[in-house]
């Protein structure tokens, strides 16, 4: 089933949920030696024999030589004269060079972006190859209005089945289709969560599942019980009003979702996906996924305050 097309301009904006070293246009430096390449015909001969001699692994982003400088080694807290005696001592011949080496900063990592690319190259040129991919991503240009309007009406969707004050809905992006939709119905158990509950209905419709309970089991708009098909949610997109936790956004990881979009930050709460933690982003997971954050962002966060205030209402009657 195909949800509604925004026709309306957005009021919400897109923020992707990306790793610091991604956002940040600081540049972080590592201490070098340089000396004057004071005869540039002896150029290629210094370059080559550096290259034997004084191999910087950590440092193959960057050019040897820039505007007659040309990088020897690491500083390792050793002064100018020690630099000179350990290259000799390996054998160098400073000939053509100034043999007077001076420390400066240059960048310790290859740049990731565009922007990145610009500030490290105010200390020393390295090599770069931007990745039109993710610049797209950080204009904020690589949804088309037509993708946003779906995005936007998903998101719809999942406010509308938001029992619970959290709504969440797989699709399946290829066949424009809800796999699967449900509510939050963690008062009936501590872990019905929203996330929880829309993956193991997208089980469900694989032949599996845990739960059986009718009020968890809102209606999915396909179920094949197709054992052949992708494992649980591999290739598909998975809308939730709220940030997951920690353990929905590991469910996710373990689910392989493609990519994950919510509403808003619960700022109290142990946020997963960009609040409190980034589980997409730390080391050592085995599976990835693009979060991005922000899609109708004020009415999920009026939607589960809504909810919480009727509760707290509700509460109060109950105990008078």
């Not at 807290?77 to 007077?100: I, M, Q, T, W, Y």
């Not at 305050?305 to 509460?315: A, E, F, G, S």
Request: glycine share 8%; hydrophobic share 40%; with cysteine.
């Amino acid at each position: 089933m195909e949800p509604k097309r925004s026709r309306l301009p957005m009021t919400w904006t897109l923020r992707p949920v990306l790793p610091e070293n991604v956002t940040t246009d600081s540049i972080t430096t590592v201490n070098v030696f340089v000396d004057s390449i004071i005869n540039q015909t002896s150029t290629s001969k210094i370059v080559k024999n550096l290259g034997q001699l004084s191999v910087i692994n950590s440092l193959t982003h960057l050019k040897r030589v820039k505007n007659q400088k040309i990088i020897l080694m690491l500083a390792n807290d050793l002064d100018p004269d020690e630099c000179v005696a350990e290259l000799e001592g390996k054998g160098f011949n400073f000939a053509g060079l100034s043999g007077r080496p001076e420390i400066i900063p240059v960048p310790a990592y290859m740049p990731k972006t565009c922007s990145q690319n610009l500030e490290a190259r105010k200390l020393w040129p390295c090599n770069f190859h931007p990745d039109k991919r993710l610049e797209s991503i950080l204009r904020g240009d690589f949804f088309n209005q037509l993708e946003l309007a779906t995005i936007d009406g998903y998101m719809r969707t999942a406010l509308a089945c938001a029992t619970g004050g959290v709504g969440a809905v797989v699709v399946d992006p290829l066949n424009d289709l809800i796999i699967a939709q449900s509510g939050d119905f963690r008062t009936e158990h501590p872990a019905k969560h929203a996330i929880m509950c829309v993956v193991d209905k997208v089980a469900k419709a694989q032949g599996g599942g845990a739960w059986n309970s009718s009020s968890t089991l809102a209606k999915t708009s396909r179920v094949t019980y197709d054992k052949t098909g992708p494992y649980l949610c591999t290739g598909y997109d998975v809308y939730v009003t709220k940030e997951p936790c920690v353990m929905c956004a590991m469910a996710l990881v373990h689910s392989r979702a493609r990519r994950v979009f919510y509403g808003f930050e619960d700022a109290s709460g142990p946020g997963g996906l960009g609040g409190s933690v980034s589980i997409h982003l730390l080391k050592g997971i085995n599976h990835r996924f693009e979060v991005f954050a922000g899609v109708l962002e004020e009415e999920c966060r009026t939607a589960a305050l809504v909810l919480h205030t009727n509760n707290i209402v509700q509460n109060i009657t109950h105990t008078e």
